[in-house]
């Protein structure tokens, strides 16, 4: 067993090597004994000085402490920059997120100015259409929407106002598509062209004998054979010969209106046939209770005669 004793000559109760030291090639260790801390250099060779400083404790904890102290300065200093960086980082970020976003909100609101002012122009053409289809709209547009002005309207209105003119504008098909068909019902054109004999009312007997009679149609004279069409669209719901009338086709256009074709030579349709308007029914002729080849043309309203001129074009 070796003795301890020759290890510890000045009575030491700490020793660690600190650094290796290049110039006298040897290495610092430091000691600590009841009063210093030592740092000797202890060199490999015998022409090595020998060095030995000693600090005692108190110059030793203070300049640990300040040394401690230094640290967590400069710790604290390192954290605080870092700190600082990221939130200068976050704030500029959020910067240019609102910058974005307000960016963002001015593009909404000029498309929703934009979409205001193409709504409003909407309404008088609405309007208009409205009136002159005789539609009234159950939603009042203007309320929902001026024709633009200094004060903005939100999206809820302009969807409120959308919705309006969609419901304008699905009322007033919805009338059109009905008086489109009533439209190409009614016997809007002459049936054959020619030279009016005799119109609605009392004339005298055209067949001599003296006397008035009440002639409840239009007489159109025209030469034997010429083509004769369909008013409006309708059914057939007479084709053939019918006393006075001679050969007669009767259309039913609906909404109580009827048309009565006489004399006619010859016959294109039969009962129950659909026609439309300006489609052959037949042609000119002198059939019945004739004095020459021409058109009776009668237009009857749930079975009353009316005038035909009433809604014939003024020119043939
Ligand atoms: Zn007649």
Redesign the pocket.
């Known amino acids: 067993m070796y003795s301890c004793v020759q290890y510890k000559p000045m009575n030491v109760d700490v020793g660690f090597p600190l650094f290796w030291d290049k110039q006298s090639r040897g290495v610092f260790i430091m000691l600590k004994d009841k009063r210093y801390y030592t740092l000797m250099l202890f060199a490999p060779t015998a022409n090595s000085q020998f060095r030995k400083y000693n600090i005692p404790h108190k110059v030793m904890y203070i300049t640990m402490g300040l040394a401690g102290i230094g640290l967590l300065t400069l710790l604290f200093g390192a954290y605080s920059v870092v700190r600082y960086a990221s939130l200068a980082i976050d704030y500029q970020m959020a910067k240019m997120d609102n910058r974005k976003l307000r960016q963002e909100n001015d593009e909404v609101q000029k498309a929703q100015d934009k979409l205001q002012v193409r709504l409003a122009a909407q309404e008088p053409i609405l309007q208009k259409l409205a009136e002159s289809t005789g539609v009234k709209p159950s939603s009042d547009i203007g309320k929902n929407i001026g024709s633009g002005g200094p004060e903005t309207r939100d999206m809820k209105d302009l969807e409120k106002a959308a919705s309006a003119l969609e419901a304008g504008v699905r009322e007033i098909k919805e009338v059109v598509a009905a008086n489109q068909i009533k439209l190409s019902a009614i016997p809007s054109i002459w049936p054959v062209r020619g030279y009016i004999t005799?119109g609605v009312g009392d004339r005298s007997n055209p067949f001599g004998g003296g006397g008035n009679e009440n002639?409840?149609?239009?007489?159109i004279a025209a030469t034997h054979g010429t083509s004769i069409e369909a008013g409006g669209d309708g059914i057939v719901i007479t084709a053939g010969p019918q006393g006075g009338y001679g050969n007669l086709v009767v259309i039913d256009h609906g909404y109580g209106i009827t048309t009565r074709y006489?004399?006619m030579s010859r016959i294109d349709v039969k009962v129950g046939d659909h026609v439309h308007r300006g489609m052959q029914l037949g042609a000119v002729g002198s059939t019945g209770r004739s004095t020459g080849p021409?058109l009776?043309y009668e237009v009857r309203l749930y079975d009353r005669v009316v005038d035909p001129m009433n809604y014939l074009p003024k020119d043939q």
Do not use: K, M
């Open positions: 005799s002639h409840p149609g239009l007489d006489g004399h021409h009776h």
